[in-house]
């Protein structure tokens, strides 16, 4: 008796979530009417940065049906995908996920902070630094006339970095927005509607700078002309949020919003043998019950179930009444805190 074949994807499915590169990226239609971000020639694709050093988060994520519908619908209408739920339940980890199947390249990473703003995740002038070597010009201590010198005192933030203009998309992480400033969801807007921003030093420049190569958030070079920077291929936008505050009506509006929920018995027994082999499911199988029964009483995160497995195969649980004793150490409920 032949075995079945394996149920093929949907035929609009971009993103396959199953682990595996492909170039399905180049299928991905022209955006929507009213998205009509991609304007003029392509730009010529620059080859694809090398993949990160954890590109397994990417590899071994794993993905419901409904999340794979979510992630294809952001990149076939060109929108942020916001991605709410507990703390543990691989909200950024996608965004790893979607770059190394796709072929995207390195995830740029925006950790936001009650502090962060439009202007840090765009891009960082360094003023002092510029005024210092001014300083030193103009004492003779240092030669040329440092009119072309500007771009090395720019660098391009991981949104700036995102809206270069390229052929393929890249993949941007907007980590934690909920603990933002209340303002910076607003703020947001009309780069997300625009895919362009401007760079207001370089636009004071006389004629002969015109183009300036100015550095970016993930190590390399990319010219800017006139200060404008205008993406042709929207970047593929992760947002997360822990639910922390509500936001705006008018920034959700814009985002494609999905809620990861708590992996079950069978999530679980797929993590588990995605990160540490199918030969650790059946041993795995009571501390998998248990830290179900603990994800009933509140917030524990698949890491710990998947660090509990680790130390048990290591010969840790050899003790009962201690191995109790450090299970109660390692699945304490996220929300009590330290």
């Given at each position: ?15 396959r ?9 180049e ?6 009417s009213?998205?009509p ?12 940065p090398?993949?990160?050093a ?10 419901d049906h409904?999340l ?61 630094g ?7 010009r ?67 420049l ?21 200060g ?20 705006p ?5 814009r ?51 998947l ?12 003790d ?12 304490r ?6």
């Amino acid at each position: 008796m032949t075995e079945s074949a394996a149920p093929q994807p949907p035929a609009w499915w971009i993103y396959r979530g199953d682990g595996v590169p492909h170039n399905g990226i180049e299928r991905l239609p022209d955006p929507p009417s009213w998205r009509p971000l991609q304007q003029g020639m392509p730009p010529q694709d620059e080859p694809v940065p090398p993949q990160p050093a954890d590109t397994r988060r990417g590899r071994v994520f794993q993905v419901d049906h409904g999340l794979v519908d979510a992630v294809n619908a952001a990149l076939l209408l060109r929108r942020p995908l916001l991605l709410t739920g507990r703390p543990g339940t691989g909200k950024s980890t996608l965004a790893h996920a979607v770059a190394y199947e796709l072929g995207l390249g390195p995830v740029l990473h925006w950790p936001v902070t009650s502090r962060s703003t439009l202007r840090d995740g765009l891009y960082a002038y360094d003023a002092i630094g510029r005024l210092h070597e001014a300083n030193l010009r103009r004492a003779g201590l240092e030669t040329g006339d440092g009119t072309g010198d500007i771009g090395r005192f720019l660098r391009l933030g991981p949104l700036g970095t995102a809206l270069l203009p390229r052929r393929r998309p890249r993949v941007l992480l907007v980590d934690e927005l909920d603990k933002s400033d209340i303002d910076l969801p607003n703020d947001l807007l009309t780069v997300f509607e625009e895919g362009r921003f401007t760079i207001e030093e370089l636009l004071r420049l006389p004629p002969e700078q015109r183009t300036v190569p100015v550095r970016t958030a993930d190590g390399q070079s990319a010219p800017v002309t006139e200060g404008e920077v205008e993406c042709w291929a929207f970047p593929f936008v992760v947002i997360t949020s822990n639910e922390e505050r509500e936001f705006p009506a008018a920034f959700a509006r814009r985002c494609l919003r999905y809620d990861i929920e708590q992996p079950g018995p069978d999530r679980l027994a797929a993590i588990v043998a995605a990160h540490l082999g199918a030969d650790a499911l059946e041993e795995a199988a009571p501390l998998v019950e248990a830290f179900l029964a603990e994800q009933s009483n509140g917030s524990v995160a698949v890491d710990q179930l998947l660090s509990a497995i680790q130390l048990a195969r290591a010969g840790a649980d050899e003790d009962p009444e201690q191995w109790q004793d450090l299970l109660r150490t390692l699945w304490r409920h996220l929300e009590t805190g330290p």
